[in-house]
């Protein structure tokens, strides 16, 4: 038996691919089976991690992965999906049980926070890189995407922001920070939490949603042009974590909530009447700023005056891989 | 917009990403929405092909993209699944317009070819590779799975074995042929047809099917594991083109067939009552031997006398990466 099929093997056997609500046939045939409700869709959502570019090489093989999941059902999360199943392209350069061992641990974890079920996947010899596609469940009609954001609802997230952005210089070694600044700030970074129960939350009541991962000034750039409205955002309405405060001060973590990308936190566009119901079900919402007639996308501050080409980390508007 | 968003925007507007039965929501939102008939499951696959390890760097990428989803499409073909849709995880080192231009015309080919939409995939900076997940659909229940083989069964191939393995050595510019030679096993090996109309008629009819793409040998041994099974191949049924006889002579073409992987024909057993009403709908079906109690894989002679031991490439059996 060659060393990849012993790792396939090895992944089979796994906690997080053992049975699973939906999956009808896990790994080892040549197709995995899944089943859909009655009156329900799949989400599909792919992602891929390339060594180097989406994470540090080397870098920790169990915070690796959590992420590398968490980050793929994110994107359930956005659709108000319920998670069911994933599969894991993993391509290794060399085989090291160590690395491997750790990393299943990280993913198993996470899969279970997650409620989902690994159904198959492929592991070739190649340099470092993963991709995972993701299931989940959502009734017909009900996904949240991002077109229906409509002019006068509330624009809304489910978190803080900034922090993963915040933390790239500590995960690439090029700062330091005290301790307790550091493990708030790397726990974002390496272990988001995508926010399902949000998400499901939300059906019926946002009218537009998505995951924040190339930043919010793109992200809301994505709703505002799926759904033919512009929005505004008010600087001063950020949720800001007192470390990355600490961290960076109050301009260069605005500038990181803005611009940094990489939360996995939603963001969201609500009637303003569906707000009081969410909060008194103790709803993570953050309103901080309003879909309006027109288009793009514009930064406020508090006095409702326009700063957008004001703000630092301007040029990193726009999306990039 | 950057170069990769770009490329998303392309592939979002490519032909083969418009529309298509069973996606309710297709390219552009954080996740895809399949449509899953009552009384059906999504069968759901994932390949990942990777430079210079599953094809030749550089490499026509026209011809590529029509055989990274030919092998994917293919692992539904041996579900016995209808093709419904696929997502792309593409990693490119640089963007150049001529190769995607190129590599998705390829793609667009196959897809249409076999019934699939693009509706979804990410597109990231790194060493060249390519990872598909593809779906399908299947009324539950009648799936094509590894494990029902039972004693007394035809052992049946869909097609010619050992093509693509005879020309990989024309890929690797390692050998040459004469024109028509090499012309048809080339075109095995970068333009494999998923046998997507003999799994669906095999529905109900076979009790076991895979795709060959480790082997005959090597997938044969799959198989009668997961049945529990003995398998028994007999050398001399095998199916041979003329251009691998002419090229690598009998016992070369041979090796191939049994040992040399990415076949891309359906392998299945089948209860010999079921042969002829099959072979009476023209369905390319030849019968290669035939599965008994027991476990393992046997090669025999037309005598029946075990040759296993003795076979070319036997070294090969196992399953590499």
Chains 1, 2 share one sequence.
């Not at 790397?186 to 939300?202: E, F, K, T, V």
Request: glycine residues 12%; charged residues 15%.
């Amino acid at each position: 038996m060659g060393e990849f099929e012993l790792i396939r093997n090895y992944f089979a056997a796994a906690p997080c691919a053992q049975g699973g609500e939906g999956v009808a046939l896990g790994i080892g045939d040549d197709c995995a089976l899944l089943a859909v409700p009655v009156g329900e869709q799949l989400a599909v959502s792919t992602d891929t991690l390339v060594a180097g570019v989406h994470f540090p090489d080397p870098c920790d093989p169990f915070l690796l992965g959590q992420r590398s999941l968490a980050v793929a059902v994110s994107d359930l999360a956005a659709m108000g999906a319920t998670p069911v199943a994933f599969t894991l392209a993993l391509t290794l350069p060399t085989v090291t049980a160590d690395w491997l061992l750790a990393y299943a641990r990280g993913l198993n974890q996470m899969a279970q926070a997650c409620g989902v079920t690994l159904v198959g996947g492929d592991t070739t010899r190649g340099p470092l890189s993963l991709t995972l596609t993701v299931f989940g469940r959502v009734p017909a009609g009900q996904a949240l995407t991002r077109g229906g954001a409509q002019p006068g609802d509330l624009l809304c997230v489910g978190g803080e922001l900034g922090n993963a952005a915040g933390a790239l210089p500590l995960v690439l070694g090029q700062r330091i920070a005290e301790t307790a600044v550091a493990d708030s700030l790397l726990a974002h970074y390496w272990s988001p939490r995508p926010q399902i129960d949000l998400g499901l939350a939300l059906r019926g009541k946002a009218r537009a949603a998505m995951d924040i991962s190339d930043g919010l000034l793109a992200d809301c750039g994505h709703i505002a042009q799926a759904s033919a409205v512009a929005i505004e955002v008010e600087r001063d309405r950020l949720p800001l974590s007192k470390a990355l405060v600490a961290f960076l001060g109050m301009p260069g973590a605005t500038d990181a909530a803005l611009s940094g990308g990489d939360d996995y936190v939603l963001l969201f566009t609500l009637p303003p009447a569906g707000l009081p119901a969410l909060q008194a079900e103790g709803r993570p919402i953050h309103v901080i700023g309003r879909v309006a007639a027109g288009e793009g996308v514009t930064l406020v501050d508090r006095h409702g005056q326009d700063i957008t080409p004001h703000i630092r980390g301007y040029q990193h508007f726009r999306e990039t891989p």
